[in-house]
T-cell receptor, first 113, second 113 residues
């Protein structure tokens, strides 16, 4: 069965620090990749998505992610985090044209001001 | 355009009670989903509906039933609630099987005593 692994469950950073959250998936075929964010008390919102083309994807709020097919990875990055980035981040994968999205366990990011 | 809406926002049940969680979307999406979110486990798919009139089991369907009432509405029913069903429930929708992301509702926080 397809699975998604997020490397860190909790990350604490100071403002202006750089962020990288790891995500690996197990499916060997063509996949669609997503990062969602859940701010405290809110529903999930899409940060960015990858379907095809340039493996470096830019999303909202200065986030970006790089798809490395050979490593089955889709890591999320931000050069300089802000206190308002405090949230839980989820990586998700589905097979190309598939109907089921498989989520990682999530990474809780806390940014200290 | 409200997106995906869910009712109720909060619910407390006693073991053995039944209830239905309601979800509606106004984006004319074909696919709808029900997830549960538990700490450290990400979101897990309970049931989904690829189109009006069809439903399929996801990863954790036991103890739940669903109804795709029409294209807009997708309800989740707990026939006999158990404490293990204490969770936050999210409904989502997606336009079709193509290259689209899922849009999430605000969630229902359910506690079963």
């Amino acid at each position: 069965a397809q699975s998604v692994s997020q490397h860190n469950h909790h990350v604490i950073l100071s403002e202006a620090a750089s962020l990288e959250l790891g995500c690996n998936y197990s499916y060997g075929g063509t996949v669609n990749l997503f990062w969602y964010v859940q701010y405290p008390g809110q529903h999930l919102q899409l940060l960015l998505k990858y379907f095809s083309g340039d493996p470096l994807v830019k999303g909202i709020k200065g986030f970006e992610a790089e798809f490395i097919k050979s490593k089955f990875s889709f890591n999320l990055r931000k050069p300089s985090v802000q206190w308002s980035d405090t949230a839980e981040y989820f990586c998700a994968v589905n097979r190309e044209y598939g109907n089921k999205l498989v989520f990682g366990a999530g990474t809780i990011l806390r940014v200290k001001s | 355009n409200a997106g995906v809406t869910q009712t109720p926002k909060f619910q407390v049940l006693k073991t053995g009670q039944s209830m239905t969680l309601q979800c509606a979307q106004d984006m004319n999406h074909n696919s709808m989903y029900w997830y549960r979110q538990d700490p450290g486990m990400g979101l897990r798919l309970i049931y989904y509906s690829a189109s009006e009139g069809t439903t399929d089991k996801g990863e954790v369907p036991n103890g739940y039933n669903v109804s795709r009432l029409n294209k807009r509405e997708f309800s989740l029913r707990l026939e006999s609630a158990a404490p293990s069903q204490t969770s936050v429930y999210f409904c989502a929708s997606r336009r079709d099987r193509g290259l689209n992301e899922q849009f999430f509702g605000p969630g229902t926080r359910l506690t079963v005593l």
